[in-house]
């Protein structure tokens, strides 16, 4: 059996799988689905049971002292059975409504924080990513109910059974007749479960539309251009369309659901009516006692509600282990990435260690076309490097591919040697610092965002200096909390929002805090003013000293400070040297240098490179 066509994980796999995620996180849970399987069968039988003992006695004359002692112990039965069942199903529903989503959350959390970073950025773990978020967002969301399904389903068997067997004594016919009708409502509740199957895949891809519009819509990064373009009328007559579409898919399932139930009334009507007309024919023709009359006769309908039961809860219990594959097939996705034992880093005296990347090329996952192939490169320790090119050209792919993000689709990169690919992926992250051009800021305090290590861990004077370095200290020093100002508004009431060159600044006091043996920098100075910018370039060397750097810019005249130029064009590197090589080559970087320096006044870069001690 299994939970889909041709799906990975079968209905066993994914009963074991959510009994043991309730049994770690919550014993008493799945106790607590047994003791309902019981006590769900057991009351309803002492009720039914009751109408025949009262009569027996009558008829048979017992004494009220006998009378009042027989009633009276079912009804104290009754009565703790009902109670046990009131504190199974708290817990049950307590521990399926909160901890077992919770448990989820947190599992796909600690994945999603985890995985490899080229996986994560993938569109087809994305797409994974939001079933399994489907899967698990409800209070009441299929994949968390499993074990109180289960147990659902184990009760209607038991009462089928027991029911069964009062009925079977009376006379086997009847049970014939009962079981063959619901056969026939098994057939119509396999369609509407199969029609609800098949759809699946297509209404998943919608309801992924009708996400990704809802939550685009709430962030205000995307919220100005909605404004000043006015986009809402757009925006929303394409969510209009989209829920129109689900609308009429879910309506599907739902009439295919409406006519399982409807044809499972009507066979209910007709085979209950059936089986009562029997039994009053016995009755009537003095083949039955009036005990075990009533006692039937309460049985067959209460047989009814077992049989549909059965046939509802297995329903519900092939979807909800469908949704788990959801969960699971997105908790499995394989990391490419060395994350056991690796090779052992290079030893301190052995930092900055040499890199070399040998015919690199890297294709995006889903991508037709190579970004980057055919990459030949040496990076000496301790040298500066400049990567400049145009946009799209694969640079910032190039330096993901330097520091371990992403691994490279054909070739090899060494460092000190060693194919990077051998060290533990977490390992190898250590020897980079690295600032991005999109920045993300932790809802902590400043402090905390540059050290990214707990308060006690922190180095207060470390923090100050990698804040003077990057040119935030100022700003800082004038808050009235200093470093320990929260940031992330969204999360603390009292955070201050940066500017995008003071978030930038504070990148970068990050990456120094770091103190890793390459640092590497894609366009940090993009969003700072002039003379902030100038002071950046003043301290390069400073900031560098004793690492590796390699730095990403567009504005040509500032990549004169390093060693090397690279230009990456058309998936490779065009030109590589010096800046005077490359302006003597007469090649692209020489026009993209005279084509930006054309803005400046004659004489002012070199002017300004001199006073930064670059040229
Ligand atoms: N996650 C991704 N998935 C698929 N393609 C991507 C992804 N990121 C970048 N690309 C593509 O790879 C190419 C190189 O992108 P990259 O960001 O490396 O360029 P870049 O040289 O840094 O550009 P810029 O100067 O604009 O920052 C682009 O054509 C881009 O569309």
């Known amino acids: 059996m299994s939970t889909e066509k041709g799906a990975a994980y079968s209905a066993w796999s994914n009963m074991v799988y959510s009994m043991r995620v309730h049994w770690r996180a919550r014993p008493l849970t799945l106790i607590c689905c047994g003791i309902a399987v019981l006590v769900g069968v057991g009351l309803p039988f002492v009720s039914i049971l009751m109408p025949k003992i009262v009569i027996d006695n009558i008829t048979a004359g017992v004494t009220p002292g006998k009378f009042i002692l027989s009633v009276g112990m079912m009804a104290l039965l009754l009565a703790v059975l009902s109670s046990v069942k009131s504190y199974a199903d708290l817990i049950t529903n307590d521990s399926v409504g909160t901890i077992s989503i919770f448990k989820h959350l947190q599992t796909t959390m600690i994945k999603h924080l985890n995985m490899d970073y080229e996986v994560l950025e993938s569109p087809g773990y994305a797409k994974k990513g939001e079933k399994a978020w489907r899967a698990m967002q409800s209070n009441h969301s ?256 190039l330096i993901k591919l330097l520091c371990g993000l992403y691994k490279p689709t054909s070739g090899e990169i060494t460092l000190s040697g060693v194919d990077t690919t051998l060290y533990n992926r977490d ?93 590497i920098l894609d366009e940090p100075t993009a969003a700072l003013d002039p003379i902030a910018e100038s002071e950046i370039y003043q301290r390069y060397a400073e900031l560098t000293a004793g690492r590796t750097s390699i730095y990403i810019s567009h504005r040509l005249a500032s990549t004169r400070f390093c060693d090397r130029i690279l230009l990456v064009d058309g998936g490779g590197i065009a030109e590589c040297g010096t800046h005077d090589e490359l302006m003597s080559n007469g090649g692209k970087y020489a026009e993209m240098f005279n084509v930006q320096s054309h803005y400046y006044k004659d004489g002012e870069v070199a002017d300004n490179a001199e006073a930064l001690n670059l040229a």
């Open 142 to 397: 299929p994949a968390s109910n499993i074990p109180r399904v289960i147990s659902q389903l184990l009760m209607n068997v038991l009462g089928f059974l027991t029911y069964g067997l009062v009925i079977v004594t009376v006379h086997p016919l009847i049970i014939v007749f009962l079981v063959l009708s619901a056969g026939i409502n098994w057939m119509a509740l396999t369609r509407a479960r199969k029609l609800e199957k098949d759809t699946r895949e297509e209404r998943s891809k919608v309801q992924g539309k009708l996400w990704y519009i809802q939550k685009a819509s709430k962030e205000p990064s995307g919220g100005k251009d909605v404004r000043l373009y006015n986009l809402n009328g757009l925006i929303g007559g394409i969510f209009q369309n989209v829920l129109n579409s689900s609308t009429e898919k879910e309506h599907k399932v739902a009439t295919g659901d409406m006519k399982a139930q409807l044809s499972d009334s009507v066979l209910s009507l007709i085979r209950d009516g059936a089986a009562y007309a029997f039994l009053i024919y016995l009755l009537l023709n003095d083949k039955m006692t009036l005990g075990n009359f009533v006692l039937v006769f309460a049985a067959i309908g209460a047989f009814s509600g077992w049989l549909s039961g059965i046939l509802r809860s297995s329903s519900e219990l092939m979807r909800s282990l469908s949704e788990m594959s959801d969960i699971r097939e997105y908790l499995d996705v394989p990391d490419n990435s060395n994350t056991g034992a690796g090779h052992k880093l290079p030893s301190e005296d052995m930092l900055p260690p040499a890199i070399t990347l040998r015919n690199i090329g890297y294709t995006y996952p889903e991508a037709k076309e190579p970004t980057l192939h055919g990459i030949d490169l040496d990076i000496k320790p301790g040298e500066r490097i400049a990567i400049v090119g145009p946009n799209g050209a694969g640079k910032t792919t």
């Open 427 to 519: 390992d190898y992250f250590s020897l980079f610092s690295t600032v991005f051009q999109d920045i993300h800021l932790f809802c902590n305090d400043i402090a905390g965002n540059i050290s990214q290590q707990s308060p006690d861990q922190t180095d207060y004077e470390k923090v100050k200096k990698c804040l003077e370095m990057s040119g935030l200290l100022d700003k800082v020093n004038g808050l009235d909390k200093g470093e320990s100002t929260l940031l992330v508004r969204r999360v603390h009431s009292d955070a201050i929002e940066l500017s995008g060159g003071e978030m930038q600044k504070l990148a970068l006091a990050r990456a120094l805090y770091k103190d890793a043996p390459v640092i």
